[in-house]
C-alpha cells in the first residue's frame, strides 16, 4: 500500500495511528474521499498503533467476548483500513501548512495536499510523564527539554535528562526550589540544567488548545477553529479516553469532513477532476478563509473591548 510518490493529492488526510485515526479512515475510504494517513511513532520509537499497543488484554471492547491483545486489536483496525484502499505512510509529520488551500502535509520523504484534515495524534506527544522511559527517544536527543516541578523527583529527571538533551529548563512557581539541597547541587551545578521560566504555546500552527493541551474543538463536533480541519480522540477529550470513545469521534470526524466537502462543493469536483483544484476556487477559498479569521479576530476584539 505504502507508494513511492514524492507529492500527493487527497479529500482527506488523516495524522495519526490510533483507533480514532484508522475509524476515520475506514469512513472516508468508503465514502471515496481517498484517504492518506500517516502513521506516527510511539515516543520510546518502536511502532504506530498508539498506547493500545501496549495494552496487554482489551476486556471491553465491542465484539470481542474473549477479550483480544492490543496489538491484536490495532493490526485488524489496520488491516480493515487497508482493505478500504487507505494510503498509508508510517512517517513522522514535520510541519503542516494550514493558511494555504490546500493544506500541506511535510515529512521527510513526501508533501501530501489535502482538502480537509484530521488530527488524531493523541494526546501532546511532545510531552512525557517519565523520563527515564522517554528521555533517550530520537524524539527528544539532543534538543532543549523543560521539567515542570521543583522537587527531589523533578531535579533527579532534569538530572537524567542532560545525557541527552541540549539543554534542560527546570520550570517552577516559587523563589526556591522545594528540593533537599543535595539534590538542588545535582541538577543546578550540570552545565545543562537551567533554572527559570520558560512560556508555553502550542506547537501546532493554527488550531487552539486548551491549558492541558488538548485541541479545542466545537461542542458537540470535531470542528476545530481552522475550518476544513478536525480532531479527534484523545487529541480533543481528555475526559474518558478509551478505544471505544476514541473509534466514535473518528466517525464523527470523517462524517463531518465529508459533509464539509459537500457544503463547500469540493466533493463532486474532487472526483470529477481527479483531485485537481481550479485557480477561481483556490481564489474563492482563500476569500473564504480570510474572512472567516478575520470575523473571528473582529469577534474576539468586540469583547475585549
Known sequence: MVTNDKNLKTAFCIIGSRLAAHTGAIYAARAELSPILFEVWLANGLGAGGQLTTTTEVENFPGFPDGISGQELTDKFRSQSLRFRTKLFIETVKRVALWKRLFKVFTDDREVEAETLLIA????????????????????????????GDGDSAMEEATFLTKYSSIVYIIHRRDTLRASKIMQKKAVGNEKDLVGGLQVKNLLIGEKTNADGYIITKPETTQTSVQGVFADGD??????????????????????????LQEHDIFARWHQNGGKVSAFKKANWWIYMLNTHLNSDLKQLHSNI
Do not use: Y
Request: proline residues 4%.
Open 235 to 260: 487529541a480533543q477529550h481528555k475526559k474518558w479516553q478509551q478505544a471505544i470513545t476514541s473509534a466514535g469521534t473518528g466517525c464523527m470526524a470523517a462524517l463531518e469532513a465529508e459533509h464539509f
Open 121 to 148: 495524534t493523541g494526546p501532546n506527544k511532545v510531552i512525557s510523564a517519565c523520563a527515564v522511559c522517554d528521555g533517550a527517544a530520537t524524539i527528544f536527543r539532543n534538543k532543549p527539554l523543560a521539567v515542570i
